[in-house]
């Protein structure tokens, strides 16, 4: 029974959701779509004024592993996610954001890397897709291992691709007060000597809408050398050196990512 257990460990997804009815209902069936069965989402609302809730409550009465919380009042993103770490049960714990899909075979193939390599932190390729969900950019691949000096220079680990492991879920929590709040709590777990690998499948889709934070480049690098400098308190020189690789990985990232539409 404890080795059928250890094979088959319950996911706990977080979900933080702010009027999402445009995609929200996408997202959770995306879960609700996947070959792994073991799975609880949490859907956790941050103070939406649209039909989100609404949208989340027919889901649930479909299926029962789904979830509803509402915030109190607007928290961010950040804590909200955190919310879902307090509350969150299980063996591993996923993030998907309510405007991105899984795969049918994420968490399976996801919890398969995670037992096969003992690792703390699974993340997997991804698609990127317009505001329609039309495909916009060839996917992103990702290398089958990452470790702390790999990551300051580039950020491999998409939130919506990643699984962690309970111990990590029970330490770790994302920073609300710095952008990307999600690539400072992967650099903590790598920093501290955790251990992080890949599943070079592509595994989810990632919605790139315009307007969305992920266009406004010149603020994503201020911002990434606050994470440098900031928290994690790096040297001038090493934070220099850092941040060259992470401009020039990013124009090759967008470069490749431009030369043809994923299939």
Known sequence: ???QKEATPLVSVIMPA???????????RSVM?????????LVIDDGSEDDTCAIVTRLRAEDDRVTLICNEQNIGVAETRNKGLDLCAGSCVAFL?????????????????????????????????????????KPYLVPGEADFDRLLKENVVGCSAALISESVARTYRFVPNFYHEDYCLWLKILQDGHKAVGCEE????????CGSRSFDKRNGALNRWRIYRQHLGLPLVKSATCFASYAINGLKKYRRSEKEPSV
């Open 1 to 3: 029974m404890g080795a």
């Open 18 to 28: 702010y009027n999402s009815a445009s995609y929200i209902e996408t997202a959770i």
């Open 33 to 41: 779509a996947q070959t792994y069965p073991h799975w609880k989402l």
């Open 97 to 137: 954001d309510s405007d991105d899909l899984w795969h049918p075979d994420k968490l399976k193939l996801q919890v398969h890397k995670m037992l096969e390599e003992q690792a703390e932190l699974v993340y997997a390729s991804y698609g990127i897709m317009d505001s329609d969900g039309k495909p916009c950019k």
């Open 202 to 209: 592509v595994l989810m889709t990632w919605r790139l809408a």
